[in-house]
């Protein structure tokens, strides 16, 4: 009877290792499944991974490659003549004159020699004019009129001549006459002569002119651009 109590036991005992045995084969193989489908899932996440971060990279390559490749071209300059520029090509273009009043005179050229003033390079006062400046032609000349009609001081536009600055006087200019300066009297008759023209009067003068006043007029820097086409003609 003893014995058939120990062999029940016994086969109790296995059998209950068989179980734990069978259940601990079972977890191990759920364990290695999962422990698989991680890896799988880790492998797939990095091969993503790699993928989006090689196309960055090769994003980056390019975009490096594109810069490079911009450092290296030079843009082109363009050279624009001065004839290709548009703007006014002549004072009379520069301002729009028409705002100022207007008069029609008689303009003659004269010199500072003696076939004008009588006087000879010798005299004392050559090319001094009646308000005590020396004549000059520049962006601002100096003109002779009837102070009684255009004070010392007056500054008109002439066309053809540019600007004009009374600053003397004559025994034959009298009215609506104006004698323009010009250095030779082979200038007088090549670039004016006599003519019946209309000019426009910027500002009467209060009868006084210096060289200091005249020298600031000439020194116009919105007007420079045309100062050597006026000593030029």
Request: charged share 25%.
């Amino acid at each position: 009877m003893q014995s058939e109590v120990l062999s029940l036991k016994n086969l109790k005992f296995i059998l209950h290792a068989w179980i734990l045995l069978l259940f601990l084969g079972i977890f191990s193989t759920a364990e290695s499944a999962l422990s698989d489908e991680l890896t799988a899932d880790v492998y797939a996440r990095d091969a993503k991974d790699n993928v989006v971060t090689g196309v960055n990279m090769e994003n980056k390559r390019r975009t490096a490659l594109k810069e490079k490749e911009l450092n290296f071209v030079q843009p082109q300059k363009r050279y624009i003549s001065s004839e290709q520029v548009e703007g006014p090509e002549t004072l009379a273009e520069a301002v729009d004159y028409q705002q100022y009043p207007s008069d029609t005179v008689i303009a003659t050229g004269y010199t500072a020699g003696y076939e004008s003033t009588g006087k000879t390079p010798e005299h004392p006062s050559y090319g001094v004019t009646y308000s005590g400046i020396k004549v000059k032609r520049d962006l601002y000349s100096t003109i002779a009129a009837d102070l009684d009609v255009y004070p010392i001081g007056t500054v008109m536009f002439i066309p053809g001549y540019g600007y004009g600055v009374v600053a003397d006087k004559g025994g034959a200019i009298n009215g609506n006459k104006i004698d323009l300066y010009y250095e030779t009297v082979e200038d007088v008759y090549a670039q004016w002569g006599k003519k019946k023209v209309e000019v426009y009067i910027i500002e009467r003068g209060d009868g006084s002119l210096t060289a200091e006043e005249l020298k600031k007029m000439n020194e116009n820097h919105a007007l420079q651009v045309f100062r050597e086409q006026i000593k030029k003609s």
